[in-house]
């Protein structure tokens, strides 16, 4: 029997741990193969070829990889802690060591390593003992962001309103170690900790001004009176509303006639019925002419998506692109933090490319291309997308047209999907700068004909300003 180098990792422990070893066990060759096993006793077979792969795992490259990939796989998926226990666990004896796992840590990438786990594994006795659930506690502790980091906020005003203290995690079977941990390493910073404080200082009584989030009305901004018209037109009862005969005297007429057209483009069944997946084709249609008169380029209805704001659609578009455990997303730094956050939750990885703030916070040629090295090439990332926020948020610049072919070309040599974040192309107030779309420089450069792009806008921020009444849409191109 024989198992070929590129067998998956999980399903080789599975095949090694499950075979009868009634006549033979294993011994591993540098080719690249675990081939027939030698002779041994019946009785010892699992136990001995455990060994054997224990024994000959620092001068196999094989194990080496299996490792790696079993170490890839928990920390993109938050799955597999009990198949990198039992990978260390040669003897099956319930328990492992310290020293089994600095042996361990030797093949697996230092940068993957939270640094206070790595120190407490090498400062650790080396006899002590380990089992399962202190494994897990540790892998946690291993592959979080911030291990220092943790909601004590969130916990007291959870006490406080259910007014007593929590079980011990032990007594419930969903708890922090058994719940996602990719979802458990997510952090979104505008809604963490700090708002956490917030809220319950003002439970308190104590006066808080949140400026965490873009959310103009929590801040005193009052509703435009236009779009809660037609709204409250297109959500009554025809006979309440538009076909009152009072309602002259209650709209006026410019809000009654888009009224009629945007109930006209509802059908019947109104606003309480789902619509097609794309949305509403009327409404696409007005996206689609507001695109074509920016860019000066024809868009298509077809390549539209309507969503409920644009955050919901950049969650879509990664939750749809990220498939390995190696997958990688370029973000800018500074960013805004729902990208770590969702490329956390999905268990990919994020490659920061720096803005040059010297510079107005310009984009790079050099520092796309030395990112991008590092990830690809000593860390064995592939690069699946890179997010491009203009204008940007928190910088607030607005990308020249070079800077926009810089990322154009990049994207286009390396094919790599550009994700265009236009959330603020309207909210621009030096009167120097000027908006260009991405699609735009990409339809007009030499060279990216073929570049794969989604853009991102949002009616929520970018039109009216009302952050809770959600609406977004993307665009699709050169993407079938």
Known sequence: MSFPLRVNSIRLLNMLRSIKFAQSAGRLLKQGEVRRFVSVDPKRGTEFIFSRLSDATKASPLIAKLQQECWDGYVSTGRGCHTLFQ?????????????????????????????????????????????????????????????????????????????????????????????????????????????????ALAAEGKKIIYTNIGNPHAVGQKPLTYYRQVLALCDLPAECGVDNSQIASAFPADVVERAIEMRKAIGPAGTGAYTNSQGIMDFRKDVANFITMRDQHVAIPSNIFLANGASHAIEQVLTALIGNNRDAIMIPIPQYPIYSAIISRLGARQVGYFLDEESGWAITERELELRRTAAVERDGLDIRALTLINPGNPTGQVCSRDDLEIICKFCAKYDILLLADEVYQRNIYDEKKEFVSAKKVAVETPGCENLQLISFHSTSKGFIGECGRRGGYMELHNIE
Not at 127 to 148: R, S
Not at 173 to 190: E, G, P
Request: aromatic share 8%; net charge neutral; proline share 4%.
């Open 87 to 199: 990978l260390l666990d040669t003897d099956s004896s319930g328990a492992i060591c310290w020293q089994e796992i600095r042996f361990f840590l030797e093949n697996v990438r230092e940068s993957d390593i939270n640094p206070n786990a790595r120190k407490e594994v090498l400062e650790s006795a080396a006899e002590g003992v380990i089992t399962f659930p202190k494994f897990q506690q540790w892998l946690i502790k291993a592959t979080k962001v911030d291990q220092g980091l943790k909601n004590t906020y969130a916990m007291e005003n959870c006490q406080a309103s259910i007014g007593n203290a929590p079980k011990p995690d032990s007594d419930h079977s969903w708890n922090k170690h058994t719940m996602s941990q990719n979802l458990r390493r997510m952090q979104y910073a505008v809604r963490g900790e700090v708002v956490i404080r917030a809220d």
